[in-house]
């Protein structure tokens, strides 16, 4: 395990519950995907911020049981809103339930929205996971429970190297744009520069452990965008996270994907 | 720095940043998002994307040291900004602050972070030395 806090008395994040900086030995590390307060049938629980946050921890438990693990062990925590007000109001409290006096590195985005318009709350995790990585696969991808997302909501990656990709857009090699105005072809191109820097570093899009997908729109990417993704992937999906954002750093760029991978 | 870079003439960078970074060893760092706010919590350069960026890049740099690292060990950084017309601002800042190339990166506009007055929060994470 191994684990460090890192300037735990330093008063911005202690007043809030957070750690500024947590480092482990990377011996089993799972990322989780951004989950939400859905039913197992797909459907929102009722009732707003403090319902969908109860549920989203009591999702992410479950997945973090299935690793033998605890909110104890959460290195750092990605918690995106749609409704700040309602966060501070009726969110943060409910997911203090669970994480108790775990402190945990964090962000917190308010983002245009989430995979559902009525969503309010998304929470994902990196995860320390205890025991040791011999005699086990590289990665253990699972779900916790049935649900039809084309994702794991789980993947731990048992002893290997974690690449971390830059955030990829729909760049040409002469850093034209490809695709303007045109998510599909944007979606192509931006898959086929992840597949080139994983090939690069002698991996495969199985072995991507987690994606974050960044869009202006996320009707259109459903459209466009993730026919070329089930492609890409061909079944074997890492955890991932969708979100609709404001802009991205060219006014031409409509997605931006982000991959964790593992190699051996 | 434990750990590779990797780099393909098939995919390039848009701009000064590493395309991928692979870890090789040492402990693995994940850094809470860094926003404006001196070391006694108050917030600092409201309204004033250059003052901000300078203060959240000097809060991540003071992480880094405490787990006994550096700039240079950062692996990836992700930046969120409110408005892109900041980013100008933001470019200037980073390249202050990073020698040469950055880290692997990405930059995203939403639309706000967990205090209104921040501009900019910067989360990375790091590989610190065997």
């Known amino acids: ?264 | 720095m434990p750990f590779s870079t990797i780099a393909t003439p098939e995919a390039k960078p848009v701009a000064n940043y590493k395309m991928a970074t692979c870890h090789e060893g040492g402990q693995l760092l994940y850094i809470s998002g860094q926003v404006a706010r001196d070391t006694s919590g108050n917030i600092v350069g409201k309204g004033d994307m250059r003052a901000q960026a300078q203060q959240v890049f000097q809060n991540l740099q003071q992480v880094l040291r405490a787990a006994g690292g550096d700039l240079e060990d950062l692996m990836k950084i992700t930046t969120y900004i409110t408005k892109i017309e900041d980013f100008p601002a933001v470019a200037e800042a980073r390249s202050a602050v990073f020698r040469g190339e950055l880290p692997a990166s990405t930059l995203i506009v939403v639309k706000s972070l967990f205090d209104p007055e921040f501009l900019i929060e910067v989360e990375g994470i790091a590989a610190i030395g065997e």
């Not at chain 1, 519950?17 to 989950?35: C, D, K, Q, Y």
């Not at chain 1, 466009?224 to 890409?232: I, L, N």
Request: aromatic share 6%.
């Open chain 1, 1 to 264: 395990m191994d684990r460090h806090d890192i300037l735990p008395e330093r008063p911005v994040e202690r007043s809030r519950g957070f750690m500024p900086g947590v480092s482990v030995n990377p011996s089993r590390i799972l990322f989780t995907a951004g989950l939400t307060g859905r039913h197992p049938d797909g459907s929102l629980v009722s009732g707003g911020m403090a319902p969908q946050t109860h549920r989203a921890c009591e999702r992410l438990q479950a997945v973090l049981a299935r690793a033998g693990a605890k909110f104890e062990d959460v290195v750092k925590q990605l918690v995106y809103v749609t409704d700040l007000e309602a966060y501070n109001a009726d969110g943060r409290s409910e997911r203090g339930k669970f994480f108790g006096s775990t402190r945990t590195a964090s962000t917190g985005l308010v983002v245009q929205r989430l995979a559902d318009p009525t969503m309010l709350i998304e929470i994902e995790l990196v995860v320390d996971v205890a025991g040791s990585p011999q005699a086990k696969p590289l990665l253990e991808k699972y779900n916790a429970e049935e649900h039809s997302g084309q994702f794991y909501q789980g993947v731990i990656v048992n002893g290997g190297r974690l690449i971390y990709l830059a955030g990829q857009v729909a760049n040409n090699r002469d850093g034209s744009v490809a695709g303007v105005n045109d998510l599909r072809r944007q979606a192509e191109k931006v898959y086929d520069n992840i597949g080139h820097v994983l090939h690069a570093a002698g991996a495969t899009p199985s072995s991507v452990v987690k994606e974050t997908t960044w869009v202006l729109s996320i009707d259109a990417w459903r459209q466009h965008g993730t026919p070329v993704r089930r492609g890409f992937y061909r079944g074997d999906y890492p955890a991932s996270t969708l979100v609709e954002i404001r802009a991205l750093a060219r006014p031409e760029f409509l997605v931006e994907i982000e991959v964790i991978a593992a190699v051996a």
